[in-house]
């Protein structure tokens, strides 16, 4: 066969490729004993944002949680943050618009203002290098207007807010863990503070300490905390997930590195179903395959920081950035927990938690 004709063939070859949606392998394939799901579809999808859905959150409302709350960022210069009702409608007297680039979200129960707790929603506002605080479930503002963030950082993008988590440690102080567009690779991609009264009744922010490392591939975005394990998680996107302990009393290194294998680009969203205080599941969002990744929240024996892979679920939700779990049960139809994730049509798409699980999984 001539060159002419071998080249012909290959042609055809590609053309039959990308119209099938195939790509060239990365690589990154799935170890032969994790098993890939059908596609699971969502029981509800969103009223849709204005501009560019991110991150979600979700409020329990524990007096009635047939009223929980979701809310969600809308990521635009002109952004806000989104809060929907369990069945997906915007509750349209708590959206708070005009917020610039809010990137992610996350929420705490019970912080102390003017000696009463209030259950808070904290996302990052990228154009402002601020944290923006929000009372729940009213949503109003209780940061004057905003908290400094990596103040005193010069390097390009250094200040410009990306992820956030909170974490409440088993003392009741509540800290915000935040992340940004770039950063160093060693010493501090990641700042924690911690939110306290600034004596008025708003929030006020001091820093702790800065940790985490970074490969410098891309960016880090993904942050997640487990509370009752004290750890937080967040994905050093095309590298894998880290984690670190969320106390910053106990130190700053690094206690594991997974999710390094069978992601089709970036690691992102991620999030954590809960069945016990100490066992449970991590999903993982792979953005370029629209599909979750889910590891062990527990680790072995003989490791207590190895988390392994445990399925693959593929879901209809497209490039998935953020998503977030809940493990109690809300109504008839989310009997099990809610997980919600992000797609790129301007929605958040409501899973049953059974429906994530399979048959591969248990359920609270």
């Known amino acids: 066969m001539n060159k002419l004709v071998i080249s012909y063939l290959s042609f055809l070859a590609f ?3 990308a119209s099938t949606g195939c790509q060239p392998s990365s690589g990154n394939k799935l170890p032969p004993d994790v098993p890939v799901s ?5 029981v509800i999808v969103t009223e849709p944002v204005s501009y560019d859905t991110d991150d979600p ?3 329990y409302n524990a007096a009635n949680p047939a009223q929980s ?3 969600g960022t809308d990521k635009n210069a002109n952004g806000g943050l989104y809060v929907f009702n369990i069945d997906g409608k915007i509750a349209a007297d708590k959206v ?7 990137n992610n979200v996350d929420i705490a129960y019970g912080l102390v203002l003017n000696g009463k707790k209030t259950d808070i929603a904290v996302t990052t506002e990228r154009m402002t290098h601020k944290l923006r ?8 503002p209780i940061d004057n207007g905003g908290l400094d963030m990596f103040t005193g950082e010069n390097g390009s993008e250094y200040r410009d807010l990306m992820g956030i988590a909170m974490y409440t440690a088993k003392d009741g102080k509540i800290y915000a863990i935040v992340g940004r567009k770039n950063g160093p690779e060693q010493g501090g991609y990641l700042w924690q503070y911690l939110l306290t009264d600034n004596g008025n009744g708003a929030v006020k922010a001091t820093l702790v300490r800065k940790f985490g490392a970074y490969s410098g591939k891309k960016e880090i975005e993904s942050i ?3 509370n009752e394990l004290g750890y937080v998680y967040y994905s050093d996107e095309q590298v894998g997930v880290r984690q670190y302990y969320a106390e910053p009393t106990k130190g700053n290194q690094q206690l594991a590195l997974f999710a390094t294998k069978g992601f089709q680009e970036d690691h992102e969203g991620i999030s954590i179903y809960k069945l016990t205080d100490t066992t449970g599941y991590i999903l993982v969002s792979d953005q370029g395959a629209n599909r979750f990744h889910i590891f062990t929240r527990e680790g072995t024996p003989g490791n207590p920081h190895e988390h392994r892979e445990l399925k693959v679920v593929p879901v209809t939700a497209q490039q998935s950035d953020g998503s977030e779990v809940v493990n109690k049960p809300l109504n008839n139809r989310f009997k099990h927990g809610l997980f919600v994730a992000m797609s790129d049509d301007k929605t958040f798409h409501f899973y049953r938690w059974e429906d994530i699980a399979g048959k591969d ?3 609270k």
């Open 15 to 17: 053309l039959a490729a």
């Open 38 to 42: 059908a596609q699971v579809k969502p």
């Open 57 to 59: 959150a979700i409020w």
């Open 69 to 71: 709350l979701i809310v």
């Open 96 to 102: 708070v618009k005009g917020l610039k680039r809010p």
């Open 133 to 140: 605080v929000f009372s729940l479930p009213d949503m109003k």
């Open 224 to 226: 997640a905390v487990d």
């Open 361 to 363: 999984l248990k359920v």
